[in-house]
């Protein structure tokens, strides 16, 4: 069965500061797709990862996924209170006609 | 604005009742998928329809029903509602059939909440 872990679950930090969250997986993944969801609102595509080892950059968030397509990582430098929001990691399933997605990082940026 | 609409915004029902939540997909796109998501969790997948075909079923519960119609709008038909069933119901487009490399795009959703 094919899932994707996110870590950690919640994360609560100041403005200004660094962070990094994990989307991971024991199964290979074709692609990876990162998407934000405001409070009441509908996820966001932010960026989709195809290649292993491939790094994309996103203004603050740098998007990396894993050599052997099994897991991906974000990392936001120098928090805004707008980064705040539930990251979700999505990927393809082997039959191809729908994504696995991720529980979320909801990620609290405060001011 | 992701140019997919939903309709009700909002939606209080009783226990036992049936509703119909309503997806229009943006212009062009091919594929409407439905999503649950309860309260502080992640996107749970119901179903995918292609062109008016069922592509891809999820953890959709019997009572639970969808089609697209020749328009390429579809619905979301939930029947003898349980509590449990509230959350929020989420409708998404994409250009092809497939997920893998194509962005999906959200409406805003349909609020469920049944008393």
């Known amino acids: 069965t094919q899932l994707l872990e996110q870590s950690p679950q919640f994360l609560s930090i100041q403005e200004g500061e660094n962070l990094t969250v994990y989307c991971n997986s024991s199964?290979?993944?074709?692609?990876l797709q990162w998407y934000r969801q405001e409070p009441g609102e509908g996820p966001v595509l932010l960026v989709t990862?195809?290649?292993g080892g491939e790094v994309k950059k996103l203004k603050r968030l740098t998007f990396q996924f894993g050599d052997a397509r099994k897991d991906s990582s974000l990392h936001i430098t120098a928090a805004q209170p707008g980064d705040t929001g539930l990251y979700l990691c999505a990927g393809p399933m082997d039959s191809n006609y729908q994504l696995i997605w991720g529980a979320g990082t909801k990620l609290i940026i405060k001011p | 604005d992701s140019g997919v609409t939903q309709t009700p915004k909002h939606l209080i029902t009783a226990t036992g009742q049936r509703v119909t939540l309503r997806c229009s997909p943006r212009s062009g796109d091919l594929s409407v998928y439905w999503y649950q998501q309860s309260l502080d969790q992640g996107l749970q997948f119901l179903i995918h329809?292609?062109?008016?075909?069922?592509?891809a079923k999820g953890n959709i519960l019997e009572r639970f029903s969808a089609q697209q119609f020749p328009d390429l709008h579809s619905e979301l038909n939930l029947s003898s509602l349980e509590l449990g069933d509230s959350a929020l119901y989420f409708c998404?487009?994409?250009?092809?059939?497939?997920?893998?490399?194509?962005?999906?795009?959200f409406g805003p959703g349909t609020r469920l909440t049944v008393l």
């Open positions: 998404a487009s994409s250009l092809s059939g497939s997920p893998s490399y194509n962005e999906q795009f």
């Open positions: 329809y292609y062109n008016g075909e069922e592509r």
């Open positions: 990862v195809v290649t």
């Open positions: 199964s290979v993944f074709s692609s």
